[in-house]
């Protein structure tokens, strides 16, 4: 079942898919690999690092540091010239309209279920279920963001899971940190396997034969992402009383995933996974066991209002994300319009070359940024015709919420995607791939190739991305060191996976919808300390897998 790519989601412009591999591996070589170069490759993202981690600066200024940073060496170092800096950004400013897209409109659909009062309505209906405050988190920021991730992409699921958490009581910062980690595991399969597919693209690889490997450390990886869900929502005490939960529900997710995913539907494997484990985890929390385990909770007044209409708008997201992406003659029809540019080929003057290229396509009608807009406005007429707006002017008061929440996400995600265009476009990201595949052995390398995927999702703010730069890279030194190419790429495609939530780009669409725009310098620091647990943990997995 081919995925609909008109909805899959990027934040930078890669090589094409379709470049020989010496293309992709053979212009940065001609930049001579010294610590000196590799460093200042390196230094765009060291400067975001240090002035969001270290000085706590907001993604907007931070942002167009590091932007003007990249332009600066792009410019006097590696290469490049005016026409190529004007056809990276140019190709930047589409990539990041394909987000913000999505952005502005998961506030939208955000501000409508909240000024319905749903949100806060599913807060109190939640200790219904259960009162136990980890079991609510796994529930609601691992497994049914997961699901979100599955059939949407770049900052659906933090933008509209992070709402509904602070709903229940956690802090801002502690809503983006879980709904990020949850659903880290599954960005490889999610949106329809974008991301899997763009690594068969560029690697020539059927993907029967990387399926199995990726699907495998992805599952695992499931276990310790909840297992960070359940900590962060209710510390060590609350992980050791999750324990059966995780075990059960990482078991039902992963496993249906790999199944799923091994048997060709890899478009389908996180969708079928976090449905599995929606199953599981709820027959869980309902049985003997999972009561037990719950601690008792103050008593809560039943809300007046229908829990099925609380919900009504994330099961109208979910519907029309199936249909729009399933049913092949409705996705072609609102596909109809698009909007795209034509690009033409650039080098740098050291031969790093890009070819001429259509830009990042939009689709007007089909895009996922539309179908949030057409959930949230279904669920406006629903809730108005059930009146549940307290002021006759509550379409005007959502916009401006909306407006006030986007605008400073805006600058940001602008800075961070034109950075990373211009990294891409003069050889840099490649440049900091080849210092460290170069470097090491063919025993240790197995533990880098995980980082060097997280890098590259961390820079792009994309999976799909870091698959298109890095997976030829990988596929050819895995060659050149006698290394299992499948496992390798595996470890490639789950670093990515995982270090896809730790983008400042995703991190500022998830801050923007609970009210810390611009601060999300301290965000940013918790959540690498913490998301680099998974990361590692899927290195030492690629380690001895290649070794045993």
Not at 183 to 203: C, I, Q, R
Not at 376 to 398: C, H, P, S
Not at 424 to 447: D, K, N
Not at 476 to 482: I, K
């Amino acid at each position: 079942m081919p995925s609909r790519k008109s909805r899959a989601f990027t934040c930078a412009a890669p090589p094409s898919p379709s470049a020989p591999l010496d293309a992709l591996i053979q212009g940065s070589r001609r930049v001579e690999l010294t610590p000196l170069t590799w460093l200042l490759a390196l230094l765009p993202v060291l400067v975001l690092l240090l002035l969001m981690v270290g000085m706590g600066w907001g993604g907007s200024r931070a942002g167009l540091a590091g932007f003007f940073t990249a332009l600066l060496l792009a410019l006097t170092v590696f290469g490049g010239d005016a026409l190529l800096a004007a056809v990276a950004i140019g190709k930047s400013v589409f990539l990041a309209a394909d987000v913000l897209y999505i952005v502005w409109m998961a506030l939208f659909f955000y501000n409508v279920t909240n000024e319905a009062g749903t949100v806060a309505m599913l807060g109190h209906s939640l200790p219904r279920l259960t009162p136990d405050r980890a079991a609510q988190s796994l529930l609601i920021s691992w497994v049914f963001v997961s699901l979100l991730q599955g059939v949407g992409g770049f900052g659906v699921p933090v933008a509209v899971v992070a709402p509904l958490l602070v709903g229940l009581g956690y802090s801002a910062t502690q809503a983006v940190i879980m709904a990020s980690l949850g659903h880290g595991w599954a960005v490889t399969f999610g949106s329809l396997g974008t991301s899997f597919v763009a690594l068969t693209a560029v690697t020539g690889l059927p993907g029967e034969a990387l399926a199995h490997d990726s699907a495998l450390v992805l599952g695992l990886a499931c276990l310790i992402s909840g297992a960070l869900v359940a900590y962060v929502s209710a510390g060590w005490a609350g992980l050791l009383r999750s324990l059966p939960m995780l075990l059960l529900v990482g078991a039902g997710m992963g496993l249906t995933q790999w199944f799923v995913a091994t048997r060709g539907l890899w478009t389908l494997g996180s969708t079928s996974g976090a449905l599995a484990g929606a199953v599981v985890g709820v027959a869980y929390v309902l049985s003997p066991l999972g009561r037990a385990k719950a601690k008792a909770a103050p008593a809560e007044h039943a809300p007046s209002r229908s829990l099925v209409l609380a919900l009504a708008a994330y099961i109208i997201l979910l519907a029309l994300a199936f249909s729009v992406n399933l049913i092949a003659p409705l996705g072609d029809l609102l596909d109809t319009v698009m909007l795209q540019l034509h690009f033409p080929a650039v080098a740098t003057t050291h031969g790093w070359e890009v070819p001429a290229e259509s830009g990042r396509g939009i689709s007007l009608f089909g895009h996922a940024g539309a179908i949030l807009f057409y959930a949230g406005l279904v669920a406006f007429l629903l809730y108005k015709r059930a009146n549940y707006f307290e002021r006759d002017d509550a379409w005007q008061v959502i916009w401006r919420k909306v407006s006030k929440s986007a605008l400073k996400s805006t600058v940001s995600i602008l800075a961070l995607v034109a950075m990373a265009a211009l990294m891409t476009h003069t050889g840099m990201t490649q440049i900091i791939a080849r210092g460290i595949s170069e470097t090491v052995s063919a025993q240790v390398y197995p533990l880098f190739a995980p980082f060097i995927g997280a890098l590259g999702a961390f820079m792009t703010g994309s999976n799909t991305n870091s698959n298109v730069v890095f997976g030829a890279l990988q596929q050819e030194t895995a060659l050149l060191l006698g290394l299992t190419v499948p496992i390798v790429l595996a470890g490639q495609t789950a670093g990515a996976s995982l270090g896809s939530v730790l983008a400042p780009a995703k991190i500022i669409v998830g801050c923007s919808t609970v009210g810390l725009g611009g601060e999300e310098g301290p965000v940013i620091r918790r959540m690498l300390l913490l998301g680099l647990i998974p990361v590692v943990f899927v290195a030492l997995i690629t380690l001895l897998r290649a070794n045993g």
